[in-house]
Each structure stands twice: as structure tokens, then as C-alpha cells.
């Protein structure tokens, strides 16, 4: 085992109140436009700016949406499911997968290859660079003569 921990996915309950914007976020997906490989569910593609998504804090890019007011979303077109959010009301209530969260061992933020490179490079360059000063000072050090 690598030792990635697996746990169910986590559902939420969400009310939202539609504000003047709607409901503050756009979706993607469905039967004709799978957004994740072999899953024709609708997925929550971006958050607005102060809509009521974002004020609300719980729903997150990349949730799944399971059912918006009792009505599921499974295999439904993303057009019949964006009629459903457009006729969902004032006070509409979903049922939400948040998307899993990426486990692995180590630091929480691995190091990039890029920086990897910078951090070889400098390193290489330093080396290098104490590398010519030792030679210089070795050849042009002052002899000491000494006199007995």
C-alpha cells in the first residue's frame, strides 16, 4: 500500500437563496457533454464573485451536483439540467459531492520541477564558482620566502 487513505465522498445539503445574479456559479456536464470520463454528472465549473455560492462558502469548483431540489441530475442533458436550475425558484436546495481532495504522503506542497532545476543549477553554480576561486588564490598566493 502507498499509504493513501480512502474515505466515502463527503454530501452536503446546501440552501441557496437566488440573488440578483442567480445562483452565483456555472455548471458543466451531462449525458452529451461528460465532463469527467465515464460520469455524465453535472459538476460545478466556476464560482462567481460574490453570487450566492461564494457568500454561502460551501460549494466548491469541481462538485458534483447530485439533485437540485429533489430532483436528481443523473442522466440528464447538460440542457435539461441547466433548465432545471433555471426554473428551481428563489430558495433552492442541493444535494452536493464535494470533489475528493488529493491525498498523499510527504509535504503538503511538493517542490516543482522547475524549481528543482533552479535549485540544482544554483548549486552546481556555486560549487563551480568556490571551485575557481581555490584555484586562483592557489596560484597567485604570495610565496613566503623565509630566511634562516
Excluded: C
Amino acid at each position: 500500500m502507498n499509504g493513501a487513505m480512502h474515505s466515502p465522498p463527503t454530501v452536503l445539503d446546501i440552501k441557496l437563496k437566488r440573488g440578483p445574479a442567480g445562483l452565483g456559479f456555472n455548471i458543466v456536464g451531462g449525458l452529451d457533454q461528460q465532463y469527467v470520463m465515464d460520469d455524465s454528472g453535472i459538476y460545478v465549473a466556476k464560482i462567481k464573485e460574490n453570487g450566492a455560492a461564494a457568500l454561502d462558502g460551501r460549494l466548491q469548483e469541481g462538485d458534483k451536483i447530485l439533485a437540485i431540489n429533489g430532483h436528481k441530475l443523473e442522466n440528464l442533458t447538460h440542457s435539461a439540467a441547466v433548465e432545471l436550475f433555471r426554473s428551481a425558484g428563489e430558495d433552492v436546495q442541493l444535494l452536493v459531492q464535494q470533489r475528493p481532495l488529493a491525498s498523499m504522503n510527504g509535504p503538503s506542497k511538493a517542490r516543482s520541477d522547475s524549481d528543482s532545476s533552479v535549485f540544482t543549477l544554483g548549486l552546481v553554480g556555486f560549487v563551480a564558482a568556490a571551485a575557481v576561486l581555490a584555484l586562483l588564490y592557489m596560484r597567485f598566493q604570495p610565496r613566503i620566502r623565509r630566511h634562516f
